[in-house]
């Protein structure tokens, strides 16, 4: 048995029968955005993949106010601040540079093309599948010890918990405003560039509009997509 499925993209039969399946046009365009294909052949893989959006807030909602009271402990409020932005700041770039090079690292056939597929294609075949829109436990939790590993080596005790408390308030925004930018419909000036920036990426150029709750890294490294209201796509 196979662990996990092939991409509907792949040369699967199966997985090839369920998306003519799903374009047969008895189905429209939208309920296809909001598919849930099965991911893994394992009913228990394939449930853990799917992720309610409150999940994130229940996890790291607390972690991060048990760092934050942690690292006001053992510096002055004001270092402590300064360390909260600096572990937020870390997490844009850390957002940035993990889709821009890791989500969208796109092997054409094999393991590779598999393993793409499971960590982002999916959501780009299905963007608007509401139990994929957030990072599941079982790969947040082990990434998030890991990187605070790193952060605790590198900066010590006595500035890692404030740092961390920034990078995973950071991560929490972000998993929000994913999932915000998907299903509302923003009303604020700030909400709807960042929807319209994030559904170029999706819908126009994948090449472009990496950063989504931090889009001004785009504008640094050249790769804006611009929005839809009169502001010119950087080339």
Do not use: C
């Not at 404030?162 to 999932?179: P, Q, S, V």
Request: aromatic share 12%.
């Amino acid at each position: 048995m196979h662990l996990f499925r092939m991409p509907p993209r792949g040369n699967n039969i199966a997985a090839m029968s369920w998306a003519e399946d799903m374009n047969d046009g008895s189905t429209s365009r939208s309920d296809v955005l909001r598919a849930s294909p099965p991911m893994f052949e394992s009913r228990l893989l394939d449930a853990l993949s799917r992720v309610h959006p409150l999940v994130p807030v229940l996890i790291f909602g607390p972690l991060i106010v048990a760092l934050a009271a942690w690292g006001f402990s053992l510096v002055s409020a004001p270092a402590a601040l300064a360390l909260l932005l600096g572990g937020y700041a870390f997490w844009t770039l850390f957002e940035y540079w993990l889709h821009r090079l890791v989500f969208h690292f796109e092997p054409e056939a094999g393991i590779g093309a598999r393993l793409h597929w499971i960590i982002h294609g999916v959501h780009h075949d299905h963007p608007n599948d509401p139990l994929r829109l957030v990072m599941p436990p079982a790969v947040s939790v082990p990434l998030g010890a890991l990187i605070f590993g790193v952060i605790y080596l590198l900066a010590g005790e006595q500035l890692a918990p404030a740092l961390g408390a920034g990078f995973f308030a950071g991560y929490l925004i972000y998993d929000m405003t994913h999932y915000y930018l998907h299903h509302f419909r923003p009303r604020g000036r700030l909400s709807r560039i960042l929807r319209e920036r994030h559904m170029r990426h999706h819908f126009q150029d994948e090449t472009r509009g990496f950063g989504i709750s931090a889009p001004y890294w785009d504008d640094i490294f050249g790769t804006s997509s611009g929005s839809a209201r009169g502001e010119p796509r950087r080339k």
